[in-house]
């Protein structure tokens, strides 16, 4: 890693913006950052922080610096380097158009494949735990970076109700 010229993964991506956009300072708050997220594939993630961490701080895209207090806590600050890769990550057309990781998407067709009951069991208690999620992230209280995740995972989440709507009227 060096400089804006590294390509960032998302992991990365995402502990260098909680940073310097989120104003989490410590590998404690990335992480925990991270265990909050309403996406289970970043809270699943939250034992790869401490690496990622190590990672960037090794490619000069962070800096750690002891904190006083006698705790082996470290304060971290994206470099400009860090700021560079974290903007070329961020504005990267490819990567941010592709549909990354969707586990809605990747059982969508099985879910046709199944017998009318079960189908319609399963689109039902999806469709229940989405209400759920959406209940608790219409409430969040985001700040302006959080804010934009917020509504785009509002419109997703109802788009895929919307989706589940369509096929249970195909069961009838």
């Not at 993964?9 to 909680?18: D, N, Q, R, Y």
Request: with cysteine; proline share 3%.
């Amino acid at each position: 890693m060096t400089g804006s010229t590294v390509a960032l993964t998302e992991l990365e991506g995402a502990v260098l913006s909680e940073i310097h956009h989120r104003a989490n300072r410590t590998a404690f708050q990335v992480q925990r950052a991270f265990q909050r997220s309403p996406s289970t594939e970043w809270s699943g993630s939250a034992g790869a922080v401490y690496p990622a961490i190590r990672r960037l701080i090794e490619g000069a895209l962070i800096t750690a610096t002891p904190m006083a207090g006698g705790r082996k806590a470290q304060a971290l600050e994206v470099t400009d380097a860090g700021i560079a890769a974290l903007t070329a990550w961020a504005c990267d057309p490819e990567r941010a158009a592709g549909v990354g990781l969707d586990p809605f998407r990747l059982r969508s067709g099985i879910w046709r494949t199944l017998p009318d009951t079960e189908r319609r069991n399963a689109l039902e208690t999806v469709a229940e735990q989405i209400r759920q999620h959406l209940a608790r992230q219409e409430t969040s209280d985001a700040d302006s970076v959080e804010q934009a995740r917020d509504e785009l995972a509002l419109r997703l989440q109802r788009a895929r109700l919307e989706w589940i709507a369509e096929e249970l009227r195909t069961l009838g």
